[in-house]
């Protein structure tokens, strides 16, 4: 099983792509990039409901009437919106590698 690749008519081995070093090795970098970004993220998600439910924090005023926890949750747009700019930037790479490794095992 396989599917048709733009290097050709040639069908992938998808098995044997999977237990190449180069591939181990691309999937390792995507971990140990995306990593810190996940466990920012999830931090920053649960602190939310954490400090608005058990601690008064967030409660005190800002700007005019709007308080702290406010901003704070607007805060967590921009943070996935950066997020996945920097994500969006970094799969570029991680593509280009991917298409290095195919070509690496089709000519093979």
Do not use: C
């Not at 008519?9 to 044997?16: G, I, N």
């Amino acid at each position: 099983m396989g599917n048709q690749s733009k290097h050709g008519k040639s069908t992938l081995d998808y098995e044997k792509i999977v237990e190449t070093e180069d591939f181990k090795a691309l999937v390792k970098r995507k971990k140990t990039f995306s990593r810190p970004y996940v466990v920012f993220f999830f931090a920053a998600y649960f602190a939310l409901p954490l400090l608005t439910g058990y601690t008064k924090i967030l409660e005190t005023p800002a700007i005019g009437s709007m308080n702290y926890t406010w901003i704070y949750a607007f805060s967590m747009f921009i943070m996935v919106w950066v997020f996945t700019s920097i994500y969006m930037n970094k799969a570029k790479h991680f593509d280009n590698d991917v298409d290095k490794i195919i070509e690496k095992n089709v000519l093979k």
